[in-house]
C-alpha cells in the first residue's frame, strides 16, 4: 500500500510539472464525454420523395419510435405475449373507426393510427360483431320477405353464423397474409417497395370491415336498389382506406404489377361484400309445397298458393 501511494503521488508531481512547463495544454476529463462527431456524408433527400416519407415514414423515424417504447419481449408462449396485441384504449379504437369510416385523402391509414401501437382487439370484435350481425340481419331479412304467405313457417337459419365466421375471419386473415408474403417479396426485388408488418396489415384489414356493420343492418330492407346502393357505398369508403394505404408502398414497383396488386385488393373486398349480400340477403325465392285438401268424394285436391 505504501508504494501504490508513493507512486501516485510521483505521477500527480510529473503531471504538475508539465501544465507548468505548458500551461496551454489541454486536458481531457473521462467524467465528460467527449462529443461525436455529426455525419457529414448523410443521405441526400431525392427530390419529390417528402410526400412519401410523410406517408410511409423513413427508416429513422421509425427507429425513433421504436427505440422510444422499447419494451422487453415476452417468450411467444406466455400468456403476456399476446397480451401486448390487445393493449388498446377505447379511445385509440373509436379514433381507428372513425379512420376507416372517414378516409382522409392524402394521409396514410397505418401511419396515422396503427404504426405507434397495432392491435388485434378492435379486428376481432368487428369481425366478431360482424357475423353476428349479417347471420341475424339475413335471418331477418328471410323472414320479412316471406311474411304473410301462409305455408311459410319461419325456421332460424343458425348455420348461417358459421357460414358467415368462416367467410369474414378467412377473409381477414388469409388476404392480409397472402398480401404480407407478396410484399415481403417485391421488397427484395425492388428497393423502394415498403413492406408492412403483418400485424399492420390485419389492423387494416380488420378495421375496413366496420362499415359493413351498419350496412348489414340496413340491407334488412327488402328492395334490392336499395341494398345495391348501400353495398357500393360502403365499398367505396372501405376499399378507399385499402387503396390509399397500399398504394404508396407498391408505387415504386413495376406500374402493371402496382396497378394489379391494387386491383386485386379492390375485387376481393368487393367480392366480400357482394358475396355476403347474395349469399345471406339476396337468397332465391323458396317454393313451398301445396297443401292437400281432402275431397268428399274422397279423392284429392292440390290447391295451389299464389
Not at 501504490?4 to 473521462?30: G, H, K, Q
Not at 461525436?36 to 433527400?45: A, C, D, S, V, W
Not at 388485434?120 to 353476428?132: E, M, Q, R, S
Request: hydrophobic letters at 45%; aromatic letters at 14%.
Amino acid at each position: 500500500i505504501t508504494c501504490l501511494v508513493m507512486y501516485l503521488f510521483a505521477e500527480f508531481d510529473d503531471a504538475a510539472n508539465l501544465l507548468a512547463a505548458n500551461p496551454d495544454a489541454t486536458t481531457i476529463s473521462i467524467d465528460e464525454p467527449a462529443e461525436i462527431p455529426k455525419n457529414q456524408h448523410g443521405r441526400r433527400q431525392e427530390p419529390g420523395r417528402e410526400e412519401d416519407d410523410e406517408l410511409l415514414g423513413t427508416d429513422d423515424s421509425d427507429k425513433t419510435e421504436l427505440l422510444a417504447g422499447q419494451k422487453k419481449s415476452a417468450p411467444f408462449w406466455t400468456f403476456e405475449y399476446y397480451q401486448t396485441f390487445f393493449d388498446v384504449d377505447t379511445y385509440q379504437v373509436l379514433d381507428r373507426i372513425k379512420g376507416s369510416v372517414f378516409p382522409v385523402p392524402g394521409k396514410n391509414f397505418v401511419r396515422l393510427y396503427i404504426r405507434s401501437n397495432p392491435d388485434l382487439y378492435g379486428p376481432f370484435w368487428i369481425c366478431a360483431t360482424l357475423v353476428f350481425t349479417i347471420a341475424v340481419s339475413g335471418n331477418l331479412s328471410n323472414f320479412f320477405i316471406h311474411l304473410g304467405k301462409p305455408t311459410y313457417h319461419y325456421v332460424p337459419e343458425f348455420r348461417k353464423v358459421s357460414i358467415a365466421a368462416t367467410a369474414i375471419y378467412a377473409y381477414a386473415w388469409l388476404v392480409p397474409l397472402a398480401l404480407w408474403g407478396f410484399l415481403m417479396w417485391r421488397n427484395s426485388k425492388v428497393m423502394n417497395i415498403v413492406s408492412y408488418s403483418f400485424l399492420e396489415i390485419v389492423c387494416v384489414y380488420g378495421y375496413s370491415l366496420f362499415v359493413y356493420i351498419p350496412t348489414a343492418i340496413l340491407w334488412i330492407i327488402p328492395q334490392k336498389v336499395v341494398r345495391w346502393v348501400l353495398v357500393m357505398f360502403s365499398l367505396c369508403l372501405s376499399g378507399s382506406v385499402l387503396v390509399m394505404t397500399f398504394w404508396p408502398a407498391v408505387r415504386d414497383d413495376n406500374r402493371r404489377i402496382a396497378l394489379a396488386t391494387v386491383g386485386t385488393i379492390v375485387l376481393l373486398h368487393a367480392l366480400l361484400a357482394v358475396g355476403c349480400l347474395a349469399y345471406f340477403f339476396d337468397a332465391p325465392e323458396l317454393e313451398f309445397p301445396a297443401p292437400i285438401i281432402p275431397a268428399h268424394n274422397g279423392t284429392t285436391v292440390i290447391s295451389k298458393s299464389l
